[in-house]
């Protein structure tokens, strides 16, 4: 947004983006015009449990066949994945989503809506880059899963006079002032079917 020159905005988060959202406009609330939150609530998700291995093949021919990799599904491990897939030399988009297939990232609809972040470098013919910063997010990992504030965090932007920014740009994450609550317009929205929002998951203040 300080790169923009965009004061505030009515910011919009799904899932783990709703998260980061909601550490928004707690933290930085004079820049956050309006808050929508869909399928995320401001509680810990524990990661899922790791799937179970395929059992030991007893035919000859299929032992010699290598296990696929274990389906990922938490947003942190798809992170890294992301951050693992070389993009310093010329690719294809459907070159970088076999990539991904290949890491465990079986999910076609989860491996689609991740290429929505893939964009061409303006300055490198068919060579691309993620536009959503992974550094940081991999940064915020414990404080978005958690929610919670560790004393890392928090000694890093503790005493700042610019009340954090340079610790945002550099890719730590701000501690919200104690019982900070956002006072501006805000929405949830809850899928029927969604596992990841419940009752008690929300104060009304």
């Known amino acids: 947004m300080?790169?923009?020159g965009v004061p505030s905005a009515a910011v919009v988060g799904h899932s783990l983006g709703g998260k980061v959202?909601?550490?928004?406009a707690l933290t930085a609330p004079a820049r956050v015009a309006a808050l929508t939150v869909v399928d995320i609530a401001p509680r810990a998700y524990p990661p899922p449990p790791p799937p179970p291995r395929?059992?030991?093949?007893?035919?000859?021919?299929?032992?010699?066949?290598?296990?696929?990799?274990?389906?990922?599904?938490?947003?942190?491990?798809?992170?890294?994945?992301?951050?693992?897939?070389?993009?310093?030399?010329?690719t294809s988009r459907a070159a970088v989503d076999a990539r991904l297939a290949a890491a465990g990232v079986s999910s076609e609809r989860t491996r689609a809506f991740v290429l929505t972040n893939l964009r061409p470098d303006a300055g490198r013919a068919g060579c691309y880059h993620w536009r959503v910063?992974?550094?940081?997010?991999?940064?915020?990992?414990?404080?978005?899963?958690g929610w919670a504030w560790p004393p890392a965090a928090a000694a890093a932007v503790a005493g700042a006079a610019d009340g954090g920014a340079a610790a945002v740009r550099g890719?730590?994450?701000?501690?919200?002032?104690?019982?900070?609550?956002?006072?501006?317009?805000?929405?949830?929205?809850?899928?029927?079917?969604?596992?990841r929002t419940r009752r008690g998951?929300?104060?009304r203040r």
């Open 171 to 195: 890719g730590a994450a701000p501690r919200p002032p104690a019982h900070a609550v956002y006072r501006g317009p805000a929405v949830w929205v809850r899928g029927a079917d969604s596992g």
């Open 201 to 203: 998951s929300f104060v």
């Open 21 to 24: 959202a909601m550490h928004m």
């Open 133 to 145: 910063n992974l550094a940081a997010l991999a940064a915020a990992r414990e404080e978005l899963s």
């Open 2 to 4: 300080d790169d923009l």
């Open 54 to 90: 395929p059992p030991p093949c007893q035919c000859r021919r299929q032992r010699r066949r290598p296990h696929p990799p274990p389906a990922i599904s938490n947003p942190f491990a798809i992170i890294d994945v992301l951050a693992s897939v070389p993009l310093d030399a010329p």
